[in-house]
């Protein structure tokens, strides 16, 4: 998960070989810091969005 929920910025649930997307993470969650809109790929605003 890589979303932002007010002011806060969270990625979590990186185990075992999640290390090598660590450039990625860190560009999408500075991405989310500045404002801009998180990925829908991994926002779970946008999966609860498809369920409802």
């Known amino acids: 998960m890589i979303d932002?929920?007010?002011?806060?910025?969270?990625?979590?649930?990186?185990?075992?070989?999640?290390?090598?997307?660590?450039?990625?993470?860190g560009r999408?969650?500075?991405?989310?810091?500045?404002g801009l809109p998180p990925h829908p790929l991994f926002s779970l605003a946008a999966h609860r969005a498809a369920i409802a």
């Open 4 to 25: 932002r929920t007010g002011p806060i910025a969270i990625g979590a649930g990186f185990s075992g070989k999640g290390f090598k997307f660590t450039p990625s993470v």
């Open 28 to 34: 999408i969650l500075a991405d989310l810091v500045d």
